[in-house]
């Protein structure tokens, strides 16, 4: 059984450029949740994807987008990247029902660095 | 407004010795409480969790205790080993039931002396 994987490990961008981040969930996982950690602080929830929905959003600005695809992979995009914005990017997946919070599964993160 | 609130940043203990993580919330709203593990260069890894029905839960040597009334949570874990050494984040959410929002605590810094 493969994990969450997340691609790439590091990126460095410039103010105003835009990136995409990609995640791929665990075998048997139809749910995507992504998170931004900065440093000295507990991850921050950007917003949730299930079968390929919006299924809740933090409180993240509308430059921050994802999709999920029908294979369950998941996509986050950031346009006009601010400096505030570097931070390591968490992707987690888990089974949700839709009467059921399963276990999130986080895979080992993307860091952003915004210069 | 942080709703979920680890206080000591860090904490030592010997090896072999019990090791008492403490987490409080604010959010009477929350029912599901977990526990992640982090080491360096790692995402985050799923420990236990405890449902507000229940003010205890087991597995190995982790033990997690709820005090609803008190708002606060708590992981236990004996004996601690040097391998424990990581930063620990509790976590909670709230319904509806299907969507998994987790709001995190800062952390707290643990580290297991041989």
């Known amino acids: 059984e493969t994990g969450v994987t997340q691609s790439p490990t590091h990126l460095i961008k410039t103010r105003g450029q835009q990136v995409t981040l990609r995640c791929s969930s665990q075998s048997g996982h139809n749910t995507v949740s992504w998170y931004q950690q900065a440093l000295g602080q507990g991850p921050q929830f950007i917003f949730q994807y299930y079968r390929e929905e919006e299924n809740g959003r933090g409180n993240f600005p509308p430059r921050f987008s994802g999709l999920q695809f029908p294979n369950y992979s998941s996509e986050l995009n950031v346009n006009a990247l601010e400096l505030d914005d570097s931070a390591l990017y968490l992707c987690?997946?888990?089974?949700?029902?839709?009467?059921?919070?399963?276990?999130?599964?986080f895979g080992p993160g993307t860091r952003l660095l915004v210069l | 407004d942080q709703q979920v609130k680890q206080n000591s940043p860090s904490l030592s203990v010997q090896e072999g010795r019990i090791s008492i993580l403490n987490c409080d919330y604010t959010?009477?709203?929350?029912?599901?409480f977990l526990w992640y593990k982090k080491y360096p260069a790692e995402g985050p890894t799923f420990l236990i969790s405890i449902s507000s029905i229940k003010d205890k839960n087991e597995d190995g040597r982790f033990t997690v205790f709820l005090n609803k009334s008190a708002k606060h949570l708590s992981l236990h874990i004996v004996p601690s080993q040097p391998g424990d050494s990581a930063v620990y984040f509790c976590?909670?959410?709230?319904?509806?039931?299907?969507?998994?929002?987790?709001?995190f605590g800062q952390g707290t810094t643990l580290q297991v002396k041989p």
């Open positions: 959010n009477s709203m929350f029912d599901y």
């Open positions: 976590a909670a959410s709230a319904p509806p039931s299907n969507t998994g929002k987790l709001i």
């Open positions: 987690a997946s888990s089974s949700n029902t839709p009467f059921m919070r399963e276990t999130q599964y």
